[in-house]
């Protein structure tokens, strides 16, 4: 089981994952473990409090390092596994499929979910092992990001999808996009389902979903084809 603790002033935007789609059915099955900790609770300061104006002047408040550190410690201590403690930053290491794995050792992964200006820097020097995001953008706060992470990290642990052909096949595998897909009816607005799809011949179709996969990501996500091994038969393309 990987247990998931998250650090957040909104702990009420989690609801929801808890209660559709793959993890829902990880955590019935007990596969994944998740614990939300409001931030406030560890706060020193008065009403609660867990943010102040920044050293140097400039807009914005930043997260201070006493309600972190408190939460950190106390959420060690409850868990008592070895813990990872991830910062979701636009700064941080940018998240691509391949990398999941990396997370799916770990027993325990503390989510800090950023807000504002961020953190601390002497919190995230000496407390924050990993600092990651999911993209080259800015988005109001870490708590989507970590619903992100949850459901990537999740739906890659053994176990969670009935088909575990599902992985290999989709996007990102390989460093190539999925092929496209069809379904009933065969025809519908003058557009028909692709002749080899419907032959049976089981090679022709592999062979096709392959070339189509390599067409589909240099028409795509051409950058992809950079990490991919190199391909013998050019033809195919």
């Known amino acids: 089981m990987i247990k998931f603790s998250i650090i957040t002033i909104f702990p009420k935007m989690f609801d929801s994952i808890f209660q559709y789609g793959i993890i829902n059915q990880a955590i019935k099955k007990k596969i ?9 609770n560890y706060s020193i300061y008065k009403r609660n409090k867990v943010d102040d104006k920044i050293y140097g002047g400039g807009s914005g ?6 309600p972190l550190l408190k939460a950190i410690t106390h959420i060690k201590k409850t868990i008592k596994k070895p813990s990872l403690v991830v910062y979701l930053s636009p700064q941080g290491k940018l998240l691509h499929h391949n990398n999941i794995k990396h997370f799916i050792k770990e027993k325990h992964i503390i989510f800090i979910c950023g807000r504002y200006k961020g953190i601390d820097e002497r919190f995230l020097k000496t407390e924050v092992d990993e600092e990651w995001s999911i993209g080259d953008y800015i988005v109001t706060g870490g708590e989507i990001p970590a619903m992100v992470f949850i459901d990537a990290i999740t739906r890659m642990i053994p176990g969670v999808l009935n088909n575990k052909n599902s992985l290999l096949e989709e996007s990102f595998s390989n460093n190539l996009l999925d092929y496209p897909n069809y379904t009933r009816p ?4 003058n557009q028909t389902v692709p002749t080899v799809l419907l032959s049976g011949n089981h090679k022709k179709i592999k062979k096709w979903r392959f070339k189509k996969s390599i067409q589909n990501t240099i028409l795509k996500k051409p950058h992809l084809l950079k990490k991919l091994n190199k391909i013998k038969n050019n033809k195919i393309i």
Not at 186 to 189: C, L, R, T
Request: aromatic share 10%.
């Open 61 to 66: 408040m930043l997260i201070m390092f006493l």
């Open 186 to 189: 065969k025809k519908i607005n």
């Open 32 to 40: 994944i473990n998740i614990n939300i900790f409001n931030l406030r």
